[in-house]
């Protein structure tokens, strides 16, 4: 039988430790290519209602993704990510 390291349940990542290391790691890294685009939006002319608009419906949900379950359990610099 194979162990598995980490696994995906219902979108949160989670390692055989229980650590949540993994799945804000890969929040991190989506948010930022979310927010990244949302600063070229910015710089094109965008309005600001507009960049509200994708900011609250695309960037914002990837971070507060199951957080009610996980935030509690995270490290200082974890949460400073």
């Given at each position: ?67 009610p379950?996980w935030?509690?359990?995270l ?7």
């Amino acid at each position: 039988m194979t162990q598995v390291s980490v696994f995906k349940l219902l979108g949160a990542t989670i390692n055989n430790s229980l650590r949540w290391s993994d799945h804000t790691e890969s929040i991190t890294s989506k948010a930022n290519k979310r927010l990244r685009f949302l600063k070229k939006l910015k710089r094109a002319g965008v309005s600001q209602k507009d960049v509200v608009y994708y900011y609250e419906s695309v960037v914002r949900p990837v971070l507060e993704y199951v957080s009610p379950a996980w935030h509690t359990n995270l490290t200082a610099d974890q949460t400073d990510s």
